[in-house]
T-cell receptor, first 115, second 115 residues
Framework: EPEVTQTPSHQVTQMGQEVILRCVPISNHLYFYWYRQILGQKVEFLVSFYNNEISEKSEIFDDQFSVERPDGSNFTLKIRSTKLEDSAMYFC?????????????FGEGSRLTVL | AQSVAQPEDQVNVAEGNPLTVKCTYSVSGNPYLFWYVQYPNRGLQFLLKYITGDNLVKGSYGFEAEFNKSQTSFHLKKPSALVSDSALYFCAVRGPSGNTGKLIFGQGTTLQVKP
């Protein structure tokens, strides 16, 4: 069964460092998303991406964050200068985009720890 | 604005007993509702969705959910709980952007099934 894959599974970084989280969405999917979850709490929307541009972003997704689809398979989330409060589990998701009824398929997540 | 609420932080049930995890929603327009499950240190797995039609929706692992328009609820149910059902459950609603839009998640309910 096709799945969304994410790397790394866990990254530890120092405050102020840049971090890139990588995702390979399901191959025929057209819509891509990043979510984050702090310590098993609520799953918060960060950004959605379609047709090589951001289609929607939340207040959390400030200038420190960026997303990119550098080739036909990868979808990356970059945090330019990490803060302690960026420590969270980051989930990538994708969907076929066949209308509002489609579910999102999530990866296993990348745990980011900022020291 | 679209939102969902899960009024219980935790639900405890004995193995073999029926379980219910509650969710209420608030939407403008048609409600597109979803349930996801998250096992410890894992990503979110899709369980089921309500789009239209039959108010009782069947999903994975023997779960079902009942859509109730008058009570604006979408409760998750299972006739006989298993210890392996113990996990974090999230109700979600499609955001107002429709097919390009995000899923908005509730705060999650921890289900604990005791042997």
């Amino acid at each position: 069964e096709p799945e969304v894959t994410q790397t790394p599974s866990h990254q530890v970084t120092q405050m102020g460092q840049e971090v890139i989280l990588r995702c390979v969405p399901i191959s025929n999917h057209l819509y891509f998303y990043w979510y984050r979850q702090i310590l098993g709490q609520k799953v918060e929307f960060l950004v959605s991406f379609y047709n090589n541009e951001i289609s929607e972003k939340s207040e959390i997704f400030d200038d420190q964050f960026s997303v990119e689809r550098p080739d036909g398979s990868n979808f990356t989330l970059k945090i330019r200068s990490t803060k302690l409060e960026d420590s969270a589990m980051y989930f990538c998701a994708s969907s076929t985009g066949t209308g509002p009824t489609g579910e999102l398929f999530f990866g296993e997540g990348s745990r980011l720890t900022v020291l | 604005a679209q939102s969902v609420a899960q009024p219980e932080d935790q639900v405890n049930v004995a193995e073999g007993n029926p379980l219910t995890v509650k969710c209420t929603y608030s939407v403008s327009g048609n409600p597109y509702l979803f349930w996801y499950v998250q096992y410890p240190n894992r990503g979110l797995q899709f369980l089921l969705k309500y789009i239209t039609g039959d108010n009782l929706v069947k999903g994975s692992y023997g779960f079902e959910a009942e859509f109730n328009k008058s009570q604006t609820s979408f409760h998750l149910k299972k006739p006989s709980a298993l210890v392996s059902d113990s996990a974090l459950y999230f109700c979600a609603v499609r955001g107002p952007s429709g097919n390009t839009g995000k899923l908005i998640f509730g705060q999650g309910t921890t289900l604990q099934v005791k042997p």
